[in-house]
């Protein structure tokens, strides 16, 4: 099976192609450049470099969320034009559970993303069967405290908002120190999460990926505040 995984959730932008479960080539793209800029060019290269073309792609993974809404939207509508060609099935990939496939070990890791005014979208999983823990959330860091003092250790953070948690939890015992690599993505993590999807039955035709954002936007919750506040 060949695989493409796409991801967009952050400030990074990547591409890995997976074949029967190999990976053949992976991009990380971190120059400032917008994914509406790079995305394509990113694809065409890894498609050039291993000899592949969208015919031969029999699984499409994805980003659905949560992350940037851009982002997110960019990265959804590519896979979407490069799917529908031939009704590729295709897998939303949770970017949280993403993050946690690229690391092993014993313990948890508990993902984080900085999702602004104090808050983290977040997910915990074991470390060592990748099993999930926790359900994708969007919440305020104070509010993991009982998990974080509770769950099995070493704990690990990773993510864009894992400094937020370092800063709070830091010094809770079992936790361990913080490690700059771990703080992006990685479109083989989207890959590894996409290719079980596929196993369990829950890639879907593109005309059925969607994103997953887990909060409003940033205008529908300034507008929800606006209405309530010309309604008192």
Same mark, same amino acid.
């Given at each position: 099976m060949n695989l493409l995984a796409v991801d967009t959730a952050g400030k990074t932008a990547g591409v890995a192609v997976m074949q029967n479960g190999r990976l053949l080539y992976e991009c990380y793209l971190d120059g400032g450049m917008t994914h509406s800029q790079s995305l394509m060019t990113l694809i065409d290269t890894a498609l050039q470099l291993t000899g592949l073309t969208p015919a031969d792609i029999d699984l499409y993974g994805v980003n659905a969320g949560p992350g940037s809404f851009t982002g997110l939207r960019i990265g959804l509508a590519a896979v979407k034009g490069l799917a529908f060609a031939k009704n590729t099935l295709c897998a939303p990939v949770s970017t949280l559970e993403a993050l946690a496939a690229c690391h092993n070990g014993e313990g948890t890791v508990l993902c984080a993303l900085d999702a602004r005014r104090g808050q983290v979208y977040n997910a915990a999983f074991d470390l060592a069967t990748h099993a999930r823990l926790t359900e994708d959330d969007a919440a305020a860091v104070d509010s993991l405290e009982d998990f974080v003092k509770s769950c099995k250790k070493p704990l690990f953070f990773v993510g864009d908002g894992a400094r937020l948690c370092y800063n709070k939890y830091g010094q809770v015992?079992?936790?361990?120190?913080? /490690? =700059?690599? $771990?703080?992006? +993505?990685?479109?083989? +993590?989207? +890959? #590894?999460? =996409? /290719?079980?999807?596929?196993?369990? +039955? #829950?890639?879907?035709?593109?005309?059925? $990926? #969607?994103p997953s954002y887990h909060r409003l936007s940033q205008a529908e919750r300034e507008r929800a505040e606006r209405l309530k506040a010309e309604s008192l």
């Open positions: 015992p079992g936790v361990m120190p913080i /490690a =700059a690599p $771990l703080a992006m +993505g990685r479109a083989v +993590g989207v +890959g #590894l999460v =996409a /290719a079980r999807m596929a196993e369990e +039955g #829950l890639a879907v035709p593109p005309a059925q $990926l #969607l």
